[in-house]
């Protein structure tokens, strides 16, 4: 069998007794392996494939127009075979999710749970519930299936989806845990086993060339497309069909759904952080900690002598820390005393106006003037603490400082100002975050979440600039 030669070097890491568990995960990824990317039309059911291999990241795609023969073709508007497509593009879009949630368990959880790669509580935290949301989309299809005609049209979609909608409330859940299920898939990727089982996977052609995380990930990115394809069929709607006044109703409601969801994985990532902090003293810890709901933005900077920092600002403090590994747990320090954001003063430092000590990716050496600088303080005298702080570019500079004026203006009741270099008013409703993704339709004008390093720096202008990111703070973004 193919995959089970590959598989040869992790078959020596398991006890001999386990050697039928890999012969029938062999033949499961065999199957696997051999399916067709093709598929069938609407009228069919969900799942029924011919052999063939999938050895490329993308699947093949089937337009709804190469199901009909010529002559069918020719009875519909050009209008309505795009309107069509569309419907059938967010068909085959649940078929495909199911298929994959559907590998997610097959080829990587049930496999790694036999060969005790991974224990059964491991395996529930990083994969969640993702058996039970199959169910959720079939029962799209279903209905879809059923409201197509002879012709091979949905005639009327939009009632369909506003009564399906309301099932995606249960991913909230499973969106919330993501970046813990994250940090501990990378965590188990340490281990030699685990490594060596990912490897393998990926190089088999059922994988298409994808890791597990994007398996595990490809709900959540499936959730922000839906108000993109029914704002597609939307479009192709006749301005007198009866679907538009549903297909608006089933927009407005998927987005009200993403929102909840955001806020509850937001929720979740400023917890997740919070419980990373390690104080070195209690008087560190303020009591305003436990009211933080929101992260607005974190990221790795540099003070003025060059130490790294990885700072957080939550909605209620600012927390500068240093990243560090406590039991093969990674976790962070808390440097000095955490600054109320109520307390909270801001300085834009003009390029060249101070010079800073030790490097930063070659930007600077020991006493050479420094750019893209800013500084933070306490209002409080008996915090006495003044940080100056480097960013890697302009740009994330930027993102910065709109992310303090703006939770400065919510804690102090009034906009922020910085002393000098005030070049963009803070807006009440800015958030960057590091694990925030935009609407797929705005991905395009959505600036870059701050996450240090990670990010790749951006050259603009500073007219560009400004226009950017004033746009990004007045557009309503809708993340997952």
């Given at each position: 069998?193919?995959?089970?030669?590959?598989?040869?070097?992790?078959?020596?890491?398991?006890?001999?007794?386990?050697?039928?568990?890999?012969?029938?995960?062999?033949?499961?990824?065999?199957?696997?392996?051999?399916?067709?990317?093709?598929?069938?039309?609407?009228?069919?059911?969900?799942?029924?494939?011919?052999?063939?291999?999938?050895?490329?990241?993308?699947?093949?795609?089937?337009?709804?127009?190469?199901?009909?023969?010529?002559?069918?073709?020719?009875?519909?508007?050009?209008?309505?075979?795009?309107?069509?497509?569309?419907?059938?593009?967010?068909?085959?879009?649940?078929?495909?999710?199911?298929?994959?949630?559907?590998?997610?368990?097959?080829?990587?959880?049930?496999?790694?749970?036999?060969?005790?790669?991974?224990?059964?509580?491991?395996?529930?935290?990083?994969?969640?519930?993702?058996?039970?949301?199959?169910?959720?989309?079939?029962?799209?299809?279903?209905?879809?299936?059923?409201?197509?005609?002879?012709?091979?049209?949905?005639?009327?979609?939009?009632?369909?989806?506003?009564?399906?909608?309301?099932?995606?409330?249960?991913?909230?859940?499973?969106?919330?845990?993501?970046?813990?299920?994250?940090?501990?898939?990378?965590?188990?990727?340490?281990?030699?086993?685990?490594?060596?089982?990912?490897?393998?996977?990926?190089?088999?052609?059922?994988?298409?060339?994808?890791?597990?995380?994007?398996?595990?990930?490809?709900?959540?990115?499936?959730?922000?497309?839906?108000?993109?394809?029914?704002?597609?069929i939307l479009r192709h709607t006749p301005p007198d069909h009866p679907d538009v006044t549903s297909l608006e109703t089933a927009i407005t409601?998927?987005?009200?759904?993403?929102?909840?969801?955001?806020?509850?994985?937001?929720?979740?990532?400023?917890?997740?952080?919070?419980?990373?902090?390690?104080?070195?003293?209690?008087?560190?810890?303020?009591?305003?900690?436990?009211?933080?709901?929101?992260?607005?933005?974190?990221?790795?900077?540099?003070?003025?002598?060059?130490?790294?920092?990885?700072?957080?600002?939550?909605?209620?403090?600012?927390?500068?820390?240093?990243?560090?590994?406590?039991?093969?747990?990674?976790?962070?320090?808390?440097?000095?005393?955490?600054?109320?954001?109520?307390?909270?003063?801001?300085?834009?430092?003009?390029?060249?106006?101070?010079?800073?000590?030790?490097?930063?990716?070659?930007?600077?050496?020991?006493?050479?003037?420094?750019?893209?600088?800013?500084?933070?303080?306490?209002?409080?005298?008996?915090?006495?603490?003044?940080?100056?702080?480097?960013?890697?570019?302009?740009?994330?500079?930027?993102?910065?400082?709109?992310?303090?004026?703006?939770?400065?203006?919510?804690?102090?009741?009034?906009?922020?100002?910085?002393?000098?270099?005030?070049?963009?008013?803070?807006?009440?409703?800015?958030?960057?975050?590091?694990?925030?993704?935009?609407?797929?339709?705005?991905?395009?004008?959505?600036?870059?979440?701050?996450?240090?390093?990670?990010?790749?720096?951006?050259?603009?202008?500073?007219?560009?600039?400004?226009?950017?990111?004033?746009?990004?703070?007045?557009?309503?973004?809708?993340?997952?």
């Amino acid at each position: 069998r193919i995959f089970e030669r590959k598989i040869s070097s992790l078959v020596n890491l398991i006890s001999p007794s386990k050697n039928g568990a890999v012969r029938r995960f062999g033949q499961t990824i065999q199957s696997m392996s051999s399916r067709d990317t093709k598929s069938p039309g609407m009228s069919l059911k969900a799942g029924s494939k011919a052999s063939g291999p999938t050895p490329t990241k993308r699947r093949n795609s089937t337009l709804w127009s190469e199901t009909l023969d010529v002559h069918q073709k020719s009875t519909f508007s050009t209008k309505e075979i795009k309107r069509q497509e569309a419907i059938y593009e967010l068909y085959r879009g649940e078929q495909d999710l199911i298929e994959d949630l559907q590998l997610a368990r097959k080829a990587y959880h049930d496999p790694m749970l036999k060969l005790s790669i991974m224990t059964e509580e491991e395996l529930a935290h990083i994969f969640g519930d993702l058996d039970a949301y199959i169910p959720l989309h079939e029962e799209l299809l279903v209905k879809l299936t059923e409201g197509t005609g002879s012709d091979g049209t949905v005639a009327q979609i939009g009632q369909i989806v506003i009564d399906w909608l309301p099932r995606l409330n249960a991913y909230k859940n499973y969106c919330s845990n993501q970046l813990a299920a994250k940090a501990l898939l990378d965590q188990k990727k340490q281990d030699r086993r685990v490594q060596d089982f990912l490897q393998r996977c990926l190089e088999s052609p059922f994988s298409r060339k994808l890791d597990l995380w994007s398996f595990l990930d490809i709900p959540r990115s499936r959730l922000v497309k839906y108000p993109l394809l029914l704002r597609e069929i939307l479009r192709h709607t006749p301005p007198d069909h009866p679907d538009v006044t549903s297909l608006e109703t089933a927009i407005t409601i998927i987005q009200e759904i993403l929102s909840d969801i955001n806020v509850r994985k937001g929720e979740s990532e400023c917890q997740y952080y919070i419980d990373k902090l390690e104080f070195l003293d209690d008087k560190q810890r303020d009591p305003l900690i436990d009211k933080c709901k929101t992260l607005l933005c974190h990221g790795e900077l540099r003070n003025k002598s060059g130490s790294r920092l990885h700072v957080f600002l939550f909605s209620e403090l600012l927390v500068l820390t240093r990243p560090v590994t406590r039991n093969e747990r990674s976790c962070f320090q808390v440097y000095r005393q955490p600054i109320p954001v109520r307390d909270l003063a801001m300085e834009d430092l003009q390029d060249g106006e101070i010079r800073m000590g030790g490097s930063f990716r070659g930007a600077f050496t020991n006493g050479e003037k420094a750019k893209n600088v800013f500084r933070v303080s306490s209002l409080d005298p008996s915090h006495g603490q003044t940080h100056t702080l480097h960013v890697s570019d302009v740009y994330h500079k930027q993102q910065w400082l709109n992310c303090l004026r703006t939770a400065m203006s919510q804690q102090q009741g009034a906009p922020a100002r910085v002393q000098r270099g005030e070049t963009i008013p803070a807006k009440s409703h800015s958030s960057v975050s590091s694990t925030t993704v935009c609407d797929e339709e705005e991905n395009e004008n959505c600036p870059p979440p701050v996450s240090g390093p990670k990010l790749r720096p951006q050259t603009l202008s500073k007219t560009r600039l400004d226009q950017k990111l004033q746009g990004s703070l007045k557009r309503k973004e809708t993340g997952v």
